[in-house]
């Protein structure tokens, strides 16, 4: 569905020497740096995926979001999306997908919203019965008919970012592009727009790439994610993967009763000489507020193991344990 192979972007910018000399010089002579917001990028998504396109801030993640939908043409590579090539067919490739940028709204500022649909509709020649229908589903998942009369440069940031998804899968896309469409939102209208995504892909079976940086939107929607640092890429794999390549830490949490904390700490102290020679191993615990909390490598010590000291040389009154998150995980494999 899209193919994206050897993908390279080079912007040009010039370069300008401080103060008023350097303003000066720069209009006589020029000196321009290029930088590579996106290099070498390949992968390939399958009809009906959700995609987490990831990295931190000047990745390349937009930029690549923009060669993907023709908005910027490569300065090297190859982007193919569902038979076209975006920066050469654009107009006939703006039909087939749908486009988000939360950052920015791609609606006309100064029409009620409700117009905005009506134009929507005709250019993109949609069927009065599916126009119906969507704009009756749209109501019920983004309460758009509360705001439909006002401007769009009068809605709220939830709002609008609402108004403009809505817009986007108006025509049913068979790809949608997700630029950060939960940025800066409450947690009331991320969940909506998590329902419409997940609704749209299980539905019409729509290919989905997300940009995003907040991680839940990633649990919950995507099954792979692809990480790019740099501009290059950093990882693409499925979520339950990449858990088992780097969230191999752990950590129980024991609830316990005891008279003094010190001897707790002492006592559990001797875990290093007794459970699977974890002194040579990732094992920390603190002990605070009746709870212990032991951190460790799965894949190096045994949880039964610890479970088994604590359980037999302590009053255990609950106990849980807890895996890495898709955050923790993510911070790790950036800061690698
Ligand atoms: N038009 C442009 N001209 C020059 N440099 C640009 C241009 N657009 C992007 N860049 C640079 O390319 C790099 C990648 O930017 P991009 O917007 O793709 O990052 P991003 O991963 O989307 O970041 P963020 O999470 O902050 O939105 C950055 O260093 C940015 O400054």
Redesign the pocket.
């Known amino acids: 569905m899209i193919e994206v192979s050897g993908l390279t972007?080079s912007?040009?910018?010039f370069k300008k020497e401080k103060g008023i000399k350097g303003t000066l010089k720069s209009l006589v002579s020029r000196e321009y740096t290029s930088?590579d917001?996106?290099k070498d990028v390949s992968f390939n998504i399958k009809r009906g995926e959700i995609i987490g396109y990831i990295?931190?801030?000047?990745?390349?993640?937009?930029?690549?979001?923009?060669m993907m939908t023709g908005i910027l043409t490569p300065t090297e590579g190859y982007v193919n999306v569902d038979g076209r090539i975006p920066y050469e067919e654009r107009t006939e490739n703006a039909r087939h997908i749908g486009v988000v940028f939360g950052?920015k709204t791609q609606l006309w500022w100064d029409l009620p919203l409700g117009e905005t649909y009506s134009i929507l509709k005709e250019i993109y020649e949609v069927p009065d019965d599916f126009y119906e229908e969507q704009m009756k589903y749209f109501d019920q998942v983004f309460e758009l008919s509360t705001f439909m009369d006002k401007t769009v440069r009068t809605l709220s940031l939830g709002q609008r970012m609402r108004a403009d998804l809505a817009a986007s899968m108006l025509h049913n896309p068979q790809v949608l592009f997700l630029?950060?469409p939960t940025i800066g939102l409450d947690v009331v209208v991320k969940e909506r727009i998590r329902k419409a995504i997940k609704d749209m892909n299980e539905k019409y079976g729509t290919t989905i790439v997300l940009?995003t940086?907040d991680m839940s939107d990633i649990e919950e929607l995507c099954h792979r994610i692809i990480i790019?640092d740099k501009?290059t890429l950093l990882y693409d794999g499925g979520i339950d993967k990449i858990r088992k390549d780097y969230g191999f830490e752990r950590k129980i949490t024991f609830d316990l009763r005891y008279d003094s904390e010190d001897e707790v700490k002492e006592s559990l102290s001797s875990i290093y000489q007794n459970i699977d020679n974890s002194t040579q191993k990732n094992l920390r615990f603190i002990v605070q507020d009746n709870q212990a909390i032991i951190n460790f490598n799965r894949n190096e010590i045994s949880i039964s193991s610890i479970m088994n000291f604590v359980l037999h040389g302590f009053n255990v009154l609950d106990f849980s344990v807890q895996d890495m998150d898709i955050e923790a995980i993510v911070k790790q494999i950036y800061t690698k």
């Open positions: 972007k912007f040009k910018s930088i917001a996106v990295g931190a801030n000047g990745a390349g993640k937009s930029t690549t979001i923009k950052q630029d950060e940009t940086h790019i501009g």
